[in-house]
Nanobody, 117 residues
């Protein structure tokens, strides 16, 4: 059973930085495309960033481009989201997502990021 466990969330002032981690267990991490999504209070879950299984391709939402960086370490079965220049509108629960082909996907339980103004 594949499990994804996020960590690194917390309270930070606007302009600050956080690094989220998502550790995977129970599967073949190096074969999964990984992503980060977020859900703010009262809003739909939205895409933040994604990285291909090899790490060779990355994708970002326009709202975070230039501020956030997604990376992965397949030896550690972990994907990261470095978040810089945080804004109050980045406040949300951040979820890790794994996908492989059409038939496999998993979500983590989420980690809360709160950015104070």
């Amino acid at each position: 059973q594949v499990q994804l466990v996020e960590s690194g969330g917390g309270l930070v002032q606007a302009g600050g930085s956080l690094r989220l981690s998502c550790a995977a267990s129970g599967g073949t991490f190096s074969s999964y495309d990984m992503g980060w999504y977020r859900q703010a209070p009262g809003k739909e879950r939205e895409f933040v960033a994604a990285i291909s299984w090899s790490g060779g391709s990355t994708y970002y939402a326009d709202s975070v481009k230039g501020r956030f960086t997604i990376s992965r370490d397949n030896a550690k079965n972990t994907v990261y989201l470095q978040m810089n220049s945080l804004k109050p509108e980045d406040t949300a629960i951040y979820y890790c997502h794994a996908v492989q082909g059409k038939y496999f996907e998993r979500w983590g339980q989420g980690t809360l990021v709160t950015v104070s103004s």
